[in-house]
């Protein structure tokens, strides 16, 4: 059968043949000259606010076409406009599944050139009447002068983009303004919050697409009685971000409710309502709005076909690369930027939820391998931790580095001739050319064997715009990774089973208490068995 | 040539072969009935505050046999014997490598039981009087009632440790203090902490045990500058923590300082003062000596010849089999509690840079896999993040979770019949349980393979004892399996090209600035002028 976009299985590809042929050999960074200046000089892409280094994966030219052409074959750009254009790709063929748009993109797809599908014109609409109600919204909160601090309760999408953002975005947030968030169904999470603000003084967004969440309802209940028992009326501290009719649009509970759709995936939600509330308020709607634009900026260049320009495109090959022909079962994301603190932890669900996958979009089981394990933690610190494994441990681990040319807060001093964003600089070129070339010493200890691949996005400066780009860079990098496996990058079948059980659990727990039966669960009984007797 | 304990090559071991048999076929737990509550009841050691809970592991009695026998093979106990009592167990034989003795155990060995090792015991006096030292001038520091922030200045082992362990005991917290932690050479570091103190009621404790450390000094200079800006003697707030005669054991600098030893590793020194000055002031003297008291219970345990009793030892042989038996690359270390947020982070280093090795004590490169890649988050949060991927995902990853059958705070709320606190053990058991039994489906979809191996490490609160038994656990785990694989998990040479390169780079920059010539560095100089065209 010809393979087709719709059909492709990803080790049919004849391109695949190609780059699996190419990998048995790979480049060999270590050998003399050959990580030459000319070589980082060339395999660099520019595009946007950025710069892809790649100098120190290990590719060829050869290597590169045959990626290109791979891109080609399974016709990534192609899925790209229909996902931005709002076809229903989040569904697998022949059997129940969600069958549902991925419209992320659209929710910041009011700036220049609108995408002109229907869909998606339709999704950018409603989404901007969203905005503009928010910035109404948050007027009328700065006006008042009330408000202080906002505790955004979500779990998962709802949790960790815009927390990754806010923590991202501290030196820019508006004077005298926090943002707190409560995500854990562990109840200390919510008393540490709590412990630390006035509720006279604090908004409270709970986030939750379908209004039924369980962790985020505790911690809503948790969180109103202690309103109630400082003498706080919820309703005028609540606001909701849900869809439109869940159980948690009701102006009766809720000082305003803003909607999201099913088509925002949770981990996709930053940009949409989702984030807006509360980087709104910490930040002010224009500095909202120019995340917005820088996510827009990339989503569309995520369309170019050429992959040198394409630069999520670009990453997303380098990742195949790595992962499906020199067989590597992780990727650290290594920022070197301190503002980038929990950004790994986001991109860590975003892709890994993505692409985690076991199955292509036709129901067959894979047999290749899809997403890999992201893990990560900013530079500097982490070389004084975990980079002993990554430059001398038996497994090799390829790296993604982050790095930009300004500080934010542009708060530094000179010390021994050279400003702390320099040594952080250094540091960073330093870590890549060594994990690269490696080390030949008589001392086996010293010895570092190198070609351990690894590449640099690089930026002018961490501001609004650029996090906002970032973070489309990562997403549509995801989803182009998921085309080319063709596997379905959009559901989260793979978290129903913990949650089934889990509700068994809590029954018993509940039924134990009412002095009930309840459904007989063996396993779970032994482990609460062993509980009681701690 | 005969195996001995100091000479022995991890894959000559007679029981390796044992096992490699066994892991040919390791028990299937997704066969209706193998993963009975009698196997929940059964497959559990208890002792001190702990139940660790391995039904969930792909083992059998004859597993466990074998790995009993190996770890009596490999005398991993006469080793931990040989470390806590002060033999130079820091060394590679045959080469010139650090030469130390390894003495984090001793830091809080003035309890029951002290060890009769003459090095021991003059390590642990030693420490007893930095303690005593820290009590006086704690009291001192209360009494005048001036300072409600400390400020932690250190990278590593003098960040992360701390960092975990401060962020744990929040719901212990004297009232009013706060502490704050920088480490990055990135400046927005510190600027971003700067922002929210207030320095005349601040102290600045700075770690160093060379008192060289690049980022630590960078960071302090920044801040000391900042200090006299807002009218204060930094000799009157800043405190150094470093090794006696160090360049930062100076008088007319710091307000005080206390001592650290080559024995004790940064990444096993949260016990000593490295942790012991910001913990004590957050928590009170009393509450630091509960977490020494955890601390060395399990130290003890760590002795005790009973794999059953000696839980460290059992965590570490069942790790060995997924490692090295199993073969699967990462560790997820999940504990369900907030508490432990960046607990994770601290593991990751320990472990990682501990274990992530290439030759082992004879200076032979390994043919066998050493220390994994250690990651994770708190649940239930992950749950709805990368979980997808350890459900259903390509690679196994096996799983650690940590649970406590009380909360922190104790404030809980029953809403739908049961306590946040029951719904958050209730995920905890629900996921080792759906992990590994999978499930069966039509839908290709919703087919979980299971067989992903995990464990449970349970106790019943999160406390300053448990914190310490809790990090002890691991920190001699760790050691068990470096003894295990005859490798030296307390250097850390694989950081040290890193620095060497880094400082060449900064050395560019310096020239730079100064009109001069610098030594040439062509790759470094290509990725500069990529830096300075963005």
């Given amino acids: 059968m010809p393979q087709t976009a719709a059909t492709h299985t990803f080790r049919h590809l004849k391109t695949v043949h190609i780059l699996k042929n190419l990998a048995t050999k790979p480049v060999d960074l270590t050998v003399e000259g050959v990580l030459s200046s000319e070589r980082i000089e060339r395999y660099c892409a520019q595009s946007s606010e950025f710069k892809l280094l790649y100098g120190t994966e290990r590719v060829t030219d050869d290597v590169l076409q045959a990626l290109k052409e791979l891109a080609h074959e399974a016709r990534l750009v192609e899925k790209m406009e229909a996902m931005q254009r709002g076809d229903v790709v989040n569904k697998i063929e022949g059997y129940p599944s969600e069958s549902r748009m991925v419209l ?22 409603a989404e901007k009447k969203e905005c503009d109600k928010l910035k109404d919204f948050m007027a009328k909160i700065d006006a008042q002068g009330k408000f202080t601090t906002l505790i955004q309760i979500g779990i998962g999408g709802s949790d960790l983009g815009p927390r990754a953002l806010s923590v991202a975005m501290h030196a820019f947030r508006k004077p005298g303004r926090q943002v707190h968030f409560i995500s854990n169904v562990d109840p200390d999470d919510a008393s540490g919050i709590l412990q630390q603000i006035d509720p006279k003084r604090t908004l409270v967004v709970v986030v939750s697409k379908s209004g039924t969440t369980l962790e985020t309802l505790t911690n809503e209940e948790l969180v109103r009685s202690r309103f109630k028992q400082a003498g706080c009326k919820p309703e005028e501290h609540f606001i909701s971000v849900t869809g439109e009719k869940s159980p948690m649009d009701n102006p009766s509970r809720y000082l305003a409710s803003f909607y999201m759709w099913d088509y925002i995936g949770g981990r996709y939600s930053v940009t949409s309502m989702v984030g807006a509330v509360a980087l709104t308020f910490a930040l002010g709607y224009d500095q909202f709005m120019n995340i917005l634009k820088g996510a827009h900026e990339m989503d569309r260049l ?25 067989h590597y079962q992780t990727v650290a994301i290594l920022p070197y930027s301190q503002a980038l603190l929990r950004f790994t932890a986001h991109l860590q669900q975003c892709n890994m939820e993505s692409n985690g996958k076991r199955i292509d979009k036709k129901g067959n089981p894979v047999d290749f391998d899809t997403g890999p394990v992201i893990w990560g933690e900013p530079g500097t610190n982490g070389q004084h931790s975990f980079y002993q494994l990554i430059h001398q441990g038996t497994n090799v681990v390829p790296v993604e580095f982050i790095g930009f040319r300004e500080s934010q807060y542009q708060e530094d001093l000179n010390i021994q001739g050279t400003t702390s964003q320099e040594k ?33 996005l690089l930026a002018k400066r961490l501001d609004p715009f650029t996090l906002g ?66």
């Avoid at 992959?307 to 020199?326: D, K």
């Avoid at 600089?425 to 070339?437: D, E, G, V, W, Y």
Wanted: net charge positive.
């Fill in 469 to 534: 780009a970032l973070m489309s860079y990562y997403e549509n990098k995801i989803a182009f990774q998921g085309f080319c496996w063709n596997i379905n990058s959009f559901d989260q079948e793979g978290v129903q089973l913990g949650k089934v059980l889990a509700n068994k659990i809590i029954d018993h727990f509940k039924s134990k208490r009412q002095g009930k039966k309840s459904e007989k669960f063996p396993e779970a009984e032994a482990m609460l068995r062993h509980l009681e007797t701690l």
């Fill in 104 to 125: 992320h993109t659209a929710m910041r797809d009011f700036f220049m050139h609108p995408n002109e599908g229907d869909n998606a014109k339709k999704a950018a609409k």
């Fill in 424 to 456: 952080l600089l250094s540091n960073l070129f330093a870590q890549s050319i060594a994990l690269a070339k490696g080390q030949k010493n008589d001392n086996p200890n010293k010895v570092f064997p190198g070609n351990r691949p690894n590449q640099i």
């Fill in 302 to 326: 995520a369309l170019n076909p050429d992959i040198h320009v394409n630069l999520p495109l670009l990453g997303a090959m380098l990742g195949i690369w790595n992962r499906n022909f020199l």
